[in-house]
């Protein structure tokens, strides 16, 4: 068991609004790689062990306090009041952290990139130094926007300066800002508390505390991160969808590197949470969301979703959308499946072409092959339903079931009227409609005379190819007749 490292807190700041994404929804909460931004951001805290992680929160305060308490449990969600900025919501984070005395993380909880061993690094740098403050920083070619970081002749950092306070000199540097921050906790304290408002924005930042600090003789030390991209935040929605390539790009290689084929990886998707086993192939097109799990060989795509789904080894998913479903081993689903909430495929069972399934089970070995329905409905074992099956759920009113035991063999074009049970062995004929229960063994037939109408075509269609064709077959017919 990997042990907490008690001298150490991580505070999460999660409480702005992010006006550029143009969004009804909190910056923090819009989702990539199958969680939120702030979510990932949590992931990552997480992972360091921290002895506490806070969370400071504002715009659609209740809502990101659900994602929060989704997220990490644990986590200590706090308030920021009507004082804007970042200094002010890490100062009310430190009331919940009255009691604590190491290093205190900061992360922001729009930047979703940053790894395990980035701020692992981060941590034993600003340590190996005793350092008050450390800022991690990146390297840009076009830094516009950005923060920048201020150092002085021997490469010491001096400040940190937003781009609205920037002189032209300092806008020409490099070298950013990336919001991620490692204090000693007593840094914090002292300097917060001198900070005031007289800044472009009129907000309490919390990087002039690095310039503080550097005042009052306390080291400050500023890394560079390895990955710049993977540093920077988001803010609007293009930088959204870069994040989004990014971080799947990271994924699908990780996966790749434990044994998955990849066909083409820039037209996969894989969330963070799925999970893959060895020898699966992922063709192109393929989206694995949201706790889907794939087992050993299976294959899906190309052009497939799968969202929560459950995927037996050695199965086959072709072209099909399916949500929340199970998949038995060796089952095969498609092309142009769609399973629906609640549907449970039984081992080498198979869910063919143009159908849909929906809370129902198909037992083991079953087929439902073509252009067909099932809907609240329990199939057993070894059975098989002619094309175009329906079970007919649904009566205005409410669902009810259709059960079908093992062994059953349908005929085309049936549609079982549900409630309504069909007992073992059971068979039904081509274009039966079943509204009762069928005994096992019976043979179930529902089957009107065919009556034919001579001459209705040329009566009632006159002048039409078809009446024209009518004629000329009934004419060479009275020819052969003749003959």
């Given at each position: 068991?990997?042990?907490?490292?008690?001298?150490?807190?991580?505070?999460?700041?999660?409480?702005?609004?992010?006006?550029?994404?143009?969004?009804?929804?909190?910056?923090?909460?819009?989702?990539?790689?199958?969680?939120?931004?702030?979510?990932?951001?949590?992931?990552?805290?997480?992972?360091?062990?921290?002895?506490?992680?806070?969370?400071?929160?504002?715009?659609?305060?209740?809502?990101?306090?659900?994602?929060?308490?989704?997220?990490?449990?644990?986590?200590?969600?706090?308030?920021?009041?009507?004082?804007?900025?970042?200094?002010?919501?890490?100062?009310?984070?430190?009331?919940?952290?009255?009691?604590?005395?190491?290093?205190?993380?900061?992360?922001?909880?729009?930047?979703?990139?940053?790894?395990?061993?980035?701020?692992?690094?981060?941590?034993?740098?600003?340590?190996?130094?005793?350092?008050?403050?450390?800022?991690?920083?990146?390297?840009?070619?076009?830094?516009?926007?950005?923060?920048?970081?201020?150092?002085?002749?021997?490469?010491?950092?001096?400040?940190?300066?937003?781009?609205?306070?920037?002189?032209?000199?300092?806008?020409?540097?490099?070298?950013?800002?990336?919001?991620?921050?490692?204090?000693?906790?007593?840094?914090?304290?002292?300097?917060?508390?001198?900070?005031?408002?007289?800044?472009?924005?009129?907000?309490?930042?919390?990087?002039?505390?690095i310039a503080l600090a550097r005042a009052a003789q306390r080291p400050v030390a500023a890394a560079v991160a390895p990955d710049s991209a993977a540093a920077l935040g988001v803010n609007d929605r293009v930088q959204l969808s870069e994040a989004a390539r990014t971080l799947n790009a990271r994924t699908v290689r990780r996966w790749q590197l434990e044994g998955v084929t990849v066909l083409d990886p820039a037209t996969t998707w894989i969330d963070v949470t799925a999970t893959l086993a060895p020898d699966v192939?992922?063709?192109?097109?393929?989206?694995?969301?949201?706790?889907?799990?794939?087992?050993?060989?299976?294959?899906?795509?190309?052009?497939?979703?799968?969202?929560?789904?459950?995927?037996?080894?050695?199965?086959?998913?072709?072209?099909?959308?399916?949500?929340?479903?199970?998949?038995?081993?060796?089952?095969?689903?498609?092309?142009?499946?769609?399973?629906?909430?609640?549907?449970?495929?039984?081992?080498?069972?198979?869910?063919?072409?143009?159908?849909?399934?929906?809370?129902?089970?198909?037992?083991?070995?079953?087929?439902?092959?073509?252009?067909?329905?099932?809907?609240?409905?329990?199939?057993?074992?070894?059975?098989?339903?002619?094309?175009?099956?329906?079970?007919?759920?649904?009566?205005?009113?409410?669902?009810?079931?259709?059960?079908?035991?093992?062994?059953?063999?349908?005929?085309?074009?049936?549609?079982?009227?549900?409630?309504?049970?069909?007992?073992?062995?059971?068979?039904?004929?081509?274009?039966?409609?079943?509204?009762?229960?069928?005994?096992?063994?019976?043979?179930?037939?529902?089957?009107?005379?065919?009556?034919?109408?001579?001459?209705?075509?040329?009566?009632?269609?006159?002048?039409?190819?078809?009446?024209?064709?009518?004629?000329?077959?009934?004419?060479?017919?009275?020819?052969?007749?003749?003959?």
């Amino acid at each position: 068991m990997v042990s907490t490292d008690t001298q150490l807190a991580v505070i999460v700041l999660a409480a702005g609004q992010g006006t550029r994404m143009k969004s009804s929804t909190p910056k923090v909460l819009h989702r990539i790689g199958g969680r939120s931004l702030v979510g990932h951001v949590l992931a990552t805290a997480r992972s360091l062990r921290p002895a506490r992680v806070v969370a400071v929160v504002r715009h659609e305060r209740d809502r990101v306090a659900a994602e929060i308490a989704d997220e990490a449990p644990e986590a200590i969600v706090v308030d920021q009041d009507d004082i804007p900025g970042t200094g002010r919501a890490v100062e009310v984070a430190l009331e919940a952290l009255a009691d604590f005395d190491g290093d205190v993380v900061v992360l922001s909880g729009d930047v979703p990139l940053l790894q395990e061993d980035t701020l692992s690094a981060l941590v034993d740098a600003h340590r190996d130094r005793s350092a008050g403050a450390t800022v991690m920083s990146a390297l840009l070619e076009d830094a516009t926007g950005y923060g920048r970081v201020i150092r002085d002749a021997s490469g010491d950092v001096l400040r940190i300066v937003e781009q609205k306070d920037a002189s032209e000199a300092e806008r020409g540097v490099g070298e950013i800002n990336a919001g991620v921050y490692v204090f000693q906790i007593d840094t914090l304290r002292v300097h917060l508390a001198e900070i005031g408002t007289d800044n472009a924005q009129g907000e309490k930042y919390l990087t002039d505390v690095i310039a503080l600090a550097r005042a009052a003789q306390r080291p400050v030390a500023a890394a560079v991160a390895p990955d710049s991209a993977a540093a920077l935040g988001v803010n609007d929605r293009v930088q959204l969808s870069e994040a989004a390539r990014t971080l799947n790009a990271r994924t699908v290689r990780r996966w790749q590197l434990e044994g998955v084929t990849v066909l083409d990886p820039a037209t996969t998707w894989i969330d963070v949470t799925a999970t893959l086993a060895p020898d699966v192939t992922l063709l192109p097109g393929t989206q694995v969301l949201r706790a889907t799990t794939v087992g050993e060989g299976a294959t899906i795509g190309p052009d497939t979703s799968l969202v929560g789904c459950e995927v037996g080894a050695r199965a086959t998913v072709t072209r099909t959308d399916a949500t929340f479903a199970v998949i038995g081993d060796g089952a095969s689903v498609g092309p142009f499946a769609y399973l629906r909430p609640g549907a449970e495929l039984g081992p080498r069972g198979k869910v063919g072409t143009f159908v849909e399934v929906k809370n129902s089970t198909i037992g083991e070995g079953s087929k439902v092959p073509h252009l067909s329905y099932i809907g609240d409905t329990e199939i057993g074992d070894r059975v098989n339903l002619g094309a175009g099956a329906i079970t007919a759920n649904y009566d205005d009113v409410d669902k009810h079931r259709t059960v079908i035991g093992d062994e059953v063999h349908s005929g085309s074009h049936n549609v079982f009227v549900a409630p309504v049970r069909i007992g073992d062995g059971a068979k039904t004929g081509a274009g039966a409609v079943i509204r009762k229960d069928v005994p096992p063994g019976a043979l179930a037939l529902s089957v009107a005379p065919q009556r034919n109408v001579e001459g209705w075509v040329e009566k009632n269609r006159s002048g039409t190819g078809a009446a024209e064709a009518a004629a000329r077959a009934r004419s060479a017919q009275k020819a052969d007749d003749g003959a």
